[in-house]
């Protein structure tokens, strides 16, 4: 069969593509690497002709120029999976609703509950088989694809082709248009250097690691400084099976941590659902075997995730209550990013073999207006969002040390975290744990 043929009947402009946009319908763009950004621009243009679009994405990188054209939202209606710092800042300015789920959850959520009419989504060039690869984001990607009305793809020739499980392509025939997005940049992470707190948090974590550990990293500067130090140890024959693959697999890989060997499913191979990073990390996915891409309803299943024994999850929050709650997504009533993956690994890692998942924060926030507060605080803030419930939390790590929660009463729990509080604060959470009846005359604080 003649794929260019059927490439060339279906490629269009990305304002013809942006035509196909109708009012009231549902679009959905793909999310981080795989935004369609020419196409993007060229629906913002249209913003004068449409009424009550309904735009989906999950975690735009920066600012969708669609939303940004219509300050009154008449035109888009924009709400989002997961935010970014963009998304973060169109909510804040009441352009950008948030739609609650479980990561692992969303092929579900586009297969029963939400029908988009038109997917954009970027992909790498067609191949000669016919398929265009989804590159660094596989994630919901098919699920929505299959429910879809309208396919529409934009090529960039910078997207890295990336091997995969399954559902990592779609093929020609299933498109309906594609545009040719050139060889526009990725878009790329980028991480503030390490503070003294992140260092001392990763030394912590790295002492429980183990040879044959399968790793999970979050996203941020301390789940990259972990990564950095497994590079500089000598453990050996790591695993990996992620939702993010970011650079600091890169660094592992390459300093010989990672062979995958050890792992009881998907042995060999680093497993992920997205990538998001620096050109070196995509760089390094394009055609490259050791990598396998999978939808998140695999990557992210809890019982998936516990088949490899020793599974390690680190991931960041932003606050931690006495009872042993943990929020790591929003700021009293400010949505920061999502739910995301936090809970699917921490869960499948308390359920692997000498598995383990590791909450980490930093014990203080300094404010704009320098005051400093603990992040282990006595209650959540109101309108802070739990995202791993206190009877799931194995371990919460600050630069003070670790608080093992997994089985401990009310009291322990309350003990354990004030051990790792800021000393400054210490005295305070006591006297607010006694309040709270989660103290007794029995506890002791080093």
Same mark, same amino acid.
């Given at each position: 069969m003649d794929y260019r043929k059927q490439y060339q009947s279906?490629?269009?402009?990305?304002?013809?593509?942006?035509?196909?946009?109708?009012? $009231? @319908?549902?679009?959905?763009?793909?999310?981080?690497?795989?935004?369609?950004?020419?196409?993007?621009?060229?629906?913002?243009? $249209?913003?004068? /002709?449409? /009424?009550? !679009?309904?735009?989906?994405?999950?975690?735009?990188?920066?600012?969708?120029?669609?939303? !940004? @054209?219509?300050? /009154?939202?008449?035109?888009?209606?924009?709400?989002?999976?997961?935010?970014?710092?963009?998304? $973060?800042?169109?909510?804040?300015?009441?352009?950008?609703?948030?739609?609650?789920?479980?990561?692992?959850?969303?092929? #579900?959520?586009?297969?029963?509950? &939400? #029908?988009?009419? &038109?997917?954009?989504?970027?992909?790498?060039?067609?191949?000669?088989?016919?398929?265009?690869?989804?590159?660094?984001?596989?994630?919901?990607?098919?699920? !929505?694809?299959?429910?879809? $009305?309208?396919?529409? !793809? /934009?090529?960039?020739?910078?997207m890295p082709y990336c091997y995969g499980g399954f559902r990592e392509c779609v093929h020609i025939s299933e498109v309906d248009h594609v545009v040719e997005g050139g060889n526009e940049p990725l878009p790329e992470a980028k991480s503030p250097p390490p503070a003294e707190a992140d260092t001392r948090i990763a030394a912590h974590v790295i002492g429980q690691i183990r040879d044959g550990a399968c790793i999970q990293l979050g996203i941020g500067t301390l789940p990259n400084e972990v990564g950095k130090m497994i590079a500089e140890s000598d453990l050996r024959d790591l695993g990996v099976h992620t939702e993010m693959l970011a650079d600091s697999y890169l660094d592992m890989f390459r300093a010989g941590r990672i062979t995958g060997n050890r792992k009881t499913t998907d042995p060999g191979k680093m497993v992920y659902t997205f990538a998001y990073g620096s050109r070196a990390l995509y760089e390094f996915l394009d055609h490259n075997p050791a990598c396998a891409s999978f939808p998140v309803n695999y990557t992210n299943s809890a019982d998936v995730i516990s088949l490899n024994e020793r599974t390690v999850s680190i991931n960041k929050a932003i606050a931690v209550d006495l009872y042993g709650q943990v929020s790591s997504e929003s700021s009293g009533f400010r949505q920061i990013s999502g739910t995301g993956g936090q809970w699917d690994f921490h869960f499948g890692a308390a359920r692997s073999r000498e598995g383990c998942g590791f909450i980490c924060l930093h014990s203080t926030h300094t404010g704009a207006d320098g005051k400093m507060t603990s992040r282990i605080r006595p209650c959540l803030d109101p309108g802070s969002i739990v995202t791993v419930p206190r009877a799931s939390v194995m371990c919460v790590v600050t630069e003070f040390g670790i608080a093992g929660l997994r089985g401990r009463s009310t009291w322990q729990r309350a003990e354990a975290l004030i051990n790792i509080s800021h000393p400054d604060f210490r005295d305070e959470l006591v006297r607010e744990a006694e309040k709270m009846n989660i103290w007794t005359r029995t506890n002791r604080i080093p």
């Amino acid at each position: 069969m003649d794929y260019r043929k059927q490439y060339q009947s279906k490629k269009c402009t990305a304002e013809h593509a942006a035509g196909r946009v109708f009012p $009231r @319908s549902c679009v959905f763009y793909g999310g981080l690497v795989g935004a369609p950004m020419s196409i993007d621009r060229a629906l913002a243009a $249209r913003a004068h /002709e449409l /009424e009550g !679009v309904t735009l989906i994405t999950g975690t735009f990188p920066g600012m969708p120029a669609a939303v !940004v @054209s219509d300050p /009154e939202r008449k035109s888009f209606i924009y709400s989002n999976l997961h935010f970014s710092d963009g998304d $973060r800042k169109l909510h804040d300015r009441g352009l950008c609703d948030f739609i609650p789920n479980m990561y692992q959850d969303r092929p #579900w959520i586009f297969e029963h509950c &939400i #029908w988009p009419d &038109i997917i954009m989504v970027r992909t790498a060039p067609l191949d000669e088989h016919g398929y265009f690869n989804f590159g660094a984001i596989n994630s919901e990607t098919w699920s !929505v694809i299959k429910n879809a $009305r309208t396919v529409i !793809v /934009e090529v960039n020739e910078n997207m890295p082709y990336c091997y995969g499980g399954f559902r990592e392509c779609v093929h020609i025939s299933e498109v309906d248009h594609v545009v040719e997005g050139g060889n526009e940049p990725l878009p790329e992470a980028k991480s503030p250097p390490p503070a003294e707190a992140d260092t001392r948090i990763a030394a912590h974590v790295i002492g429980q690691i183990r040879d044959g550990a399968c790793i999970q990293l979050g996203i941020g500067t301390l789940p990259n400084e972990v990564g950095k130090m497994i590079a500089e140890s000598d453990l050996r024959d790591l695993g990996v099976h992620t939702e993010m693959l970011a650079d600091s697999y890169l660094d592992m890989f390459r300093a010989g941590r990672i062979t995958g060997n050890r792992k009881t499913t998907d042995p060999g191979k680093m497993v992920y659902t997205f990538a998001y990073g620096s050109r070196a990390l995509y760089e390094f996915l394009d055609h490259n075997p050791a990598c396998a891409s999978f939808p998140v309803n695999y990557t992210n299943s809890a019982d998936v995730i516990s088949l490899n024994e020793r599974t390690v999850s680190i991931n960041k929050a932003i606050a931690v209550d006495l009872y042993g709650q943990v929020s790591s997504e929003s700021s009293g009533f400010r949505q920061i990013s999502g739910t995301g993956g936090q809970w699917d690994f921490h869960f499948g890692a308390a359920r692997s073999r000498e598995g383990c998942g590791f909450i980490c924060l930093h014990s203080t926030h300094t404010g704009a207006d320098g005051k400093m507060t603990s992040r282990i605080r006595p209650c959540l803030d109101p309108g802070s969002i739990v995202t791993v419930p206190r009877a799931s939390v194995m371990c919460v790590v600050t630069e003070f040390g670790i608080a093992g929660l997994r089985g401990r009463s009310t009291w322990q729990r309350a003990e354990a975290l004030i051990n790792i509080s800021h000393p400054d604060f210490r005295d305070e959470l006591v006297r607010e744990a006694e309040k709270m009846n989660i103290w007794t005359r029995t506890n002791r604080i080093p």
